[in-house]
């Protein structure tokens, strides 16, 4: 290699990270901005090459949530680490938080009575049993999280379909979908189901629209998990400049 070549590699290189460290520095202003309008400086944000850590404290599952959701709709964001604790304002015996579990989980209209059993340690709750499809296994788990005094949901809930369904109608159901659903791009999306477990793989522009990809492959009949190869297009257009930011988590889905 010649010397020109090199000192060319080289300009290349640092021009490269130049432009990296710029776009890490934006990202973390977003996000700093963001946490201080929700009054929660004092979580700790970590930016390199896109990939962003969460350190800290938060009240309650839905305030860790809503930061999910905003840091991940914001273009350049190629993955998230999640490092947060969930420290409640009150404290609650572990026997009325698995109390309060169980009425959430009976209280709702799609899910059975006695979907789970419910045992809490030390503000841990775990959740055991069988459900009939990914989606109520992740319902299960989300309303498990946002009972009052929960700091972690270990969800132990097996898989277990009322009917077979093939592989081809899952994988069918998960395209139509995915095609159906305007709000998000998934024009890169591939998949492919095996024994009930759904792969997809692809490129999209955001890490939300990985993550409203994987929500809606859950939702399908016959799927009992689903295993999330997408990844996040390092050169995507900032479609958040264009107004539309996803901050909310909310999907414009059509229904038939």
Do not use: W
């Not at 929660?40 to 850590?53: I, L, N, P, T």
């Not at 839905?62 to 009150?90: C, N, S, W, Y």
């Not at 659903?181 to 692809?202: M, P, Y």
């Amino acid at each position: 290699m010649s010397d020109r070549t090199e000192t060319e590699r080289l300009i290349a290189e640092s021009s490269e990270e130049t432009e990296t460290a710029k776009d890490d520095s934006q990202l973390l202003r977003r996000i700093s901005s963001q946490l201080k309008s929700l009054g929660q400086e004092s979580v700790a944000v970590e930016v390199r090459d896109g990939f962003v850590m969460l350190r800290g404290n938060v009240r309650t599952f839905r305030q860790k949530e809503r930061l999910h959701r905003f840091v991940m709709g914001l273009t350049g964001v190629r993955a998230l680490k999640d490092l947060l604790h969930i420290d409640p304002v009150e404290t609650v015996a572990d026997r009325e938080i698995a109390l309060h579990i169980r009425h959430a989980l009976d209280a709702h209209s799609e899910l059975p009575l006695g979907t789970a059993s419910v045992h809490v340690c030390d503000g841990v709750g775990t959740l055991r049993g069988h459900v009939r499809s990914a989606e109520e296994r992740f319902m299960a788990e989300n309303i498990a999280s946002h009972c009052r005094g929960v700091t972690r949901v270990i969800n132990e809930l097996n898989v277990d379909p009322l009917e077979e369904i093939s592989d081809e109608a899952s994988a069918r159901a998960i395209h139509g979908a995915l095609s159906y659903c305007d709000d998000f791009e998934t024009n890169g999306v591939t998949v492919s189901v095996v024994d009930g477990i759904a792969v997809l793989r692809g490129e999209v522009p955001t890490l939300l629209d990985s993550t409203m990809a994987e929500e809606l492959a859950r939702m399908q009949a016959g799927v009992r998990a689903v295993d999330n190869h997408i990844s996040v297009q390092s050169d995507a257009v900032d479609r958040n400049s264009a107004g539309k930011e996803k901050v909310n988590g909310k999907s414009n889905v059509k229904t038939k």
